[in-house]
């Protein structure tokens, strides 16, 4: 089977060319301009459009059992079409807690078989919830496997304390591994939230004022230290939210440390904690995550340090919910599942309100949307870039159309989302998943089951595992 892609602008970390891009089978067969037609199964002319990395989204919690009760709404195969078709031809998984004393080999079996409907390649982040040492034997071996990374929690039902961080971190350097991790102060969290319950507040807008910017800072600050103390160990801060962790990542660097790598995501650069309060507790409810949204003034600090290079990488950290479900604790809101939907969003609102209003530049984009993550995850140069013999991963979007967002024209079965209303400079044309076209238009094409479990490289093999 070949593609052709003709006439578009090809966008690379590097600059942007006029030329073709031609697909054979499930790679990128050559770069070139003028290339004949005939001979082509698919011909899509991109004329005006900027051809791009397939995006990756190293943030996703497809099919989560977040508690007893609540699952998140998409599974692999839908939430799959919804990032298909908004350009991401990748998503890294992060795995739901399992059984108290399970072992992660329980998690990744479990994983691989929910994943196995999905129309789009994935992989998977591991999970801590208890640490000894056949979790530790089981990092390595997993790293070896093509699993060098894992996540650890510094607050929630299964924090990782310091000490076992400490031996984590040494544990993952030496083979190679990746700790990614969500920071935030839980002796903070908690005491906040203890206060306010005493006094009867159960208000949504509380999630902002009980896990404040300086629990993540803190967290932050102390993660990197741990870091450092491990032999500057690679270290990866997923969904950062406020500008004071920012600083702390800064103050961090500027020690030396080389193998911090900073996340943020979509909600943190484009939406406010107003959304808490805009509609009353019924439409606040549905905004609540952790870290919870932050100010004008946060969002602005993010995108600066977007286009500084500071934050290597832009997810979504998907976790839909119904509006049924997040609304059956609109008056407790700390029983409330966590999380909002964005995968299908990412691309298009970081494209029209990062690349055309001007606040990061299109070389950077490519960077934070497909090319670091594959570099920091293992997955480059087979994913994250246009050239030949890379996997045929693209997205084609044009910049002369615009559309307002709108649940009803999305694909995840959250039923709402938290940019509808948003009017996006800029339409995903078409999406090619290794050489097959999965999306046109925003509507989906491709089929179920047709991704595929991709290895990662443990970062021994790669270039030390720097900042991009």
Request: aromatic share 6%; with cysteine; charged share 20%.
């Amino acid at each position: 089977m070949r593609t052709l892609i003709s006439n578009g602008m090809l966008c690379t970390e590097g600059g942007t060319i006029r030329a073709d891009l031609s697909c054979r089978d499930e790679h990128i067969e050559m770069i070139a301009v003028d290339l004949d037609p005939d001979g082509y199964d698919t011909v899509i002319d991109a004329t005006g459009m900027y051809v791009l990395p397939g995006g990756i989204d190293a943030h996703t919690h497809m099919d989560l059992q977040q508690t007893p009760t609540y699952r998140s709404c998409d599974d692999f195969y839908t939430g799959g079409v919804a990032a298909a078709c908004g350009g991401t031809t990748t998503v890294i998984d992060h795995m739901a807690f399992g059984a108290p004393g399970c072992t992660l080999a329980s998690r990744f079996d479990e994983y691989r078989e929910l994943a196995r409907r999905s129309p789009i390649d994935y992989s998977f982040h591991g999970v801590l919830q208890h640490i000894d040492q056949d979790v530790l034997e089981e990092l390595t071996g997993l790293a070896a496997d093509g699993f060098p990374s894992v996540k650890a929690y510094t607050t929630y039902g299964y924090p990782v304390h310091d000490r076992e961080l400490l031996t984590v971190l040494e544990t993952l350097a030496g083979s190679g591994g990746l700790l990614t991790t969500h920071a935030e102060n839980d002796a903070i969290c908690t005491a906040l939230q203890d206060r306010y319950a005493a006094q009867g507040c159960d208000d949504p807008f509380l999630q902002a004022v009980t896990r404040p910017a300086e629990a993540e800072a803190e967290a932050v600050t102390r993660l990197a230290a741990l870091a450092r103390v491990a032999g500057d160990a690679p270290l990866y801060i997923v969904h950062l939210s406020a500008g004071q962790s920012l600083a702390a990542v800064r103050a961090a660097r500027a020690t030396g440390q080389r193998n911090l790598h900073v996340e943020t995501c979509t909600q943190y650069l484009t939406l406010t904690q107003d959304r808490f309060r805009e509609g009353g507790p019924q439409e606040g409810i549905l905004y609540l995550m952790a870290p919870p949204l932050r100010t004008a003034a946060d969002n602005a600090a993010l995108w600066q340090g977007l286009a500084d290079g500071e934050i290597q990488v832009v997810a979504t950290d998907h976790c839909p919910f119904t509006p049924e479900q997040k609304r059956e604790n609109v008056h407790d809101y700390r029983s409330c599942p966590g999380g909002i939907p964005g995968v299908e969003e990412r691309m298009p609102v970081l494209f029209s309100e990062g690349v055309v209003a001007g606040r990061i530049s299109l070389e950077r984009f490519v960077q934070v949307t497909a090319a670091n993550p594959a570099r920091i995850f293992g997955m480059y140069p087979r994913k994250g870039v246009l050239a030949p013999g890379s996997d045929a991963d693209v997205t084609v979007i044009d910049p002369r159309r615009s559309r307002v967002l709108s649940a009803t024209d999305l694909h995840s079965r959250a039923g709402y989302s938290p940019y509808a209303g948003l009017r996006v400079n800029c339409t995903v044309e078409a999406v090619l998943s290794r050489g097959r076209v999965v999306a046109r238009r925003h509507e989906f094409c491709g089929e179920r089951g047709a991704g595929r479990l991709v290895p990662r490289e443990a970062r021994s093999t790669r270039d030390g595992g720097r900042r991009p």
